[in-house]
């Protein structure tokens, strides 16, 4: 199998976004739902795990479609920018949603064993699409977002096992993996997120959509019932973030967010900086090493750029090692707001008293997660208008 490289530094990721921007308005809009296979892709840009690790930034992103292509010419690959922050906020409104999947994921890896799941991890079904997708997420750690779809859906509804057991393994495997897009986007499949309305993959779009590579006619339930689940949880007050301190301050950076340059105005008083990955936190059983290995390289290449930028030394840190270090530096702690998920949890155990600066984009987006996407959506033209 031809896999897909991802570029784990900025230089890297910002060579693929100059790359990609001429094709981000007609191509994308008339080819993203199309998977012509590895090393075919030209109508997706595979930015997501930069993107994820905010090695380049969602506003970098919407710049440069808008530049190349203006706001009517560039709208499908911009709500698609959105929806990552549409998700984002949907959880840090509703963190119960989190910590209600961990609870099912947990009791699902504990009692469901056997040769059904045993099969769907391994790629060895018998639906000749759905294997090759368990190949190409297990190799290259991605997979294109029309995939992942029709993968949950087959995992649920035709193997019929659980959905949170399917999260949790595409999410041990994924580069650009984070907890609300794969935790939300598996509870829209399963008909959970959207109460009733479920996402059914069938063999003729399946067929359309990989231009022939597959077509699994007669090999998926293609009529099933959504799940039942309790309605989501309410929504709460947004935590506000944290102001910087007036004077000296220690940078604790993350994978959630890696790029330094942009979080702290110009000219501020970093004495220390060090940066934490914990990608193993993401589930009970650890992820892929391909996953560690990229997180580790995106917060290495991070560390190299805060410390050419604010010329103080930065190291990279075991979590159990952070207290030692912001003791030595006796300065207020800043870090960069980390939403819902596994590094928000490792970093309030830290034990350490941290100021969680959050970015603008996310103070303007996060709020307007009330309802479904498209109610969202009408914002954008306005998001874009204050944020850019």
């Given at each position: 199998m031809t896999c897909e490289i991802f570029p784990a530094d900025r230089a890297g990721a910002l060579r693929r976004l100059s790359d990609f921007t001429p094709r981000m308005g007609r191509d994308y809009a008339e080819g993203r739902n199309s998977d012509p296979g590895p090393g075919r892709r030209r109508d997706v840009s595979r930015l997501s795990p930069a993107v994820r690790h905010r090695l380049v930034t969602e506003a970098e992103l919407v710049r440069a479609a808008l530049?190349?292509?203006?706001?009517?010419?560039?709208?499908?690959?911009?709500?698609?920018?959105?929806?990552?922050?549409?998700?984002?906020?949907?959880?840090?409104?509703?963190?119960?949603?989190?910590?209600?999947?961990?609870?099912?994921?947990?009791?699902?890896?504990?009692?469901?064993?056997?040769?059904a799941p045993d099969r769907a991890m391994t790629g060895s079904t018998g639906i000749a699409c759905f294997d090759a997708w368990v190949a190409e997420l297990t190799e290259a750690g991605w997979l294109h977002n029309h995939v992942r779809m029709w993968f949950a859906s087959i995992w649920i509804f035709t193997l019929r096992l659980p959905w949170t057991l399917g999260a949790d393994f595409m999410l041990r495997h994924l580069l650009d993996g984070d907890a609300a897009s794969n935790t939300l986007s598996w509870?829209?499949?399963?008909?959970?997120?959207?109460?009733?309305?479920?996402y059914v993959a069938r063999a003729e779009n399946i067929r359309r959509h990989t231009l022939g590579r597959f077509d699994p006619a007669g090999e998926l339930d293609e009529n099933p019932l959504p799940l039942a689940a309790p309605?989501?949880?309410?929504?709460?007050?947004?935590?506000?973030?944290?102001?910087?301190?007036?004077?000296?301050?220690?940078?604790?950076?993350?994978?959630?967010?890696?790029?330094?340059?942009?979080?702290?105005?110009?000219?501020?008083?970093?004495?220390?900086?060090?940066?934490?990955?914990?990608?193993?936190?993401?589930?009970?059983?650890?992820?892929?090493?391909?996953v560690a290995e990229y997180a580790r390289s995106a917060v290495a290449d991070s560390l190299a750029r805060a410390a050419a930028r604010f010329g103080a030394d930065a190291v990279a840190l075991a979590p159990a090692d952070v207290a030692g270090w912001a003791a030595s530096h006796g300065v207020p702690v800043v870090t960069p707001w980390a939403p819902t998920g596994w590094t928000a949890e490792v970093l309030t155990g830290l034990g350490v008293p941290l100021r969680r600066v959050r970015r603008e984009w996310d103070s303007a987006c996060w709020p307007l997660a009330t309802k479904g996407f498209f109610a969202f959506r009408e914002s954008i033209p306005r998001l874009i208008e204050t944020l850019l």
């Open positions: 530049d190349a292509h203006g706001a009517r010419g560039t709208d499908k690959f911009i709500q698609e920018v959105f929806w990552r922050s549409y998700w984002k906020g949907w959880l840090e409104l509703r963190p119960g949603a989190w910590h209600a999947y961990q609870a099912e994921r947990d009791e699902a890896l504990a009692a469901t064993k056997g040769e509870r829209w499949v399963a008909g959970i997120q959207t109460p009733g309305k479920h309605l989501p949880p309410p929504v709460r007050p947004l935590r506000q973030p944290d102001a910087l301190p007036d004077g000296p301050l220690a940078l604790l950076l993350h994978e959630d967010d890696l790029h330094p340059e942009s979080l702290l105005p110009p000219g501020a008083p970093v004495a220390a900086i060090a940066g934490v990955a914990v990608p193993e936190a993401r589930s009970p059983l650890g992820c892929a090493p391909a």
